[in-house]
Nanobody, 115 residues
Framework: QVQLRESGGGWVQEGGSLRLSCAVSGGIFSASVMGWYRQAPGKQRELVAT???????NYVDSVKGRFTISRDNAKNTVYLQMNNLKPEDTNVYYC?????????WGQGTQVTVSP
C-alpha cells in the first residue's frame, strides 16, 4: 500500500516562502514520477510541478522562477520550495505519485497567502 503524507503548509504574507514536503511509504519511490498539484474551492485540480525519476522537472507557467520541485530518493520525499508567494497561490496543495499505471494522492495541505 502506497501512502503519501504532505506537510509544510500554512499561512504566509505575500512575498514570503514555504517549503512543502511529501513523504512516501510503500511502492518504489525512486522509480516514480512525483508531482505537486493544487486546487481551490470550486475549481479543478491543476498541475503545479512534476519531477521524473531521473530528475527532469516541469512547471506550470504561473510558478516558473518562483517554485522549485526536488526529490530525495534516500528519504522517499519530494519537496516544493515556494518563494515570492502571491495571494493567487492560495490553495490546497496535493502530492501525487505515478508508478507505471498506478496513481496515488496525498490528503493535501493548505497554503494561504495574505496580501
Amino acid at each position: 500500500q502506497v501512502q503519501l503524507r504532505e506537510s509544510g503548509g500554512g499561512w504566509v504574507q505575500e512575498g514570503g516562502s514555504l517549503r512543502l514536503s511529501c513523504a512516501v511509504s510503500g511502492g518504489i519511490f525512486s522509480a516514480s514520477v512525483m508531482g505537486w498539484y493544487r486546487q481551490a474551492p470550486g475549481k479543478q485540480r491543476e498541475l503545479v510541478a512534476t519531477i521524473s525519476s531521473s530528475g527532469n522537472t516541469n512547471y506550470v507557467d504561473s510558478v516558473k522562477g518562483r517554485f522549485t520541485i526536488s526529490r530525495d530518493n534516500a528519504k522517499n520525499t519530494v519537496y516544493l520550495q515556494m518563494n515570492n508567494l502571491k495571494p493567487e497561490d492560495t490553495n490546497v496543495y496535493y502530492c501525487k505519485s505515478n508508478y507505471g499505471p498506478r496513481t496515488y494522492w496525498g490528503q493535501g495541505t493548505q497554503v494561504t497567502v495574505s496580501p
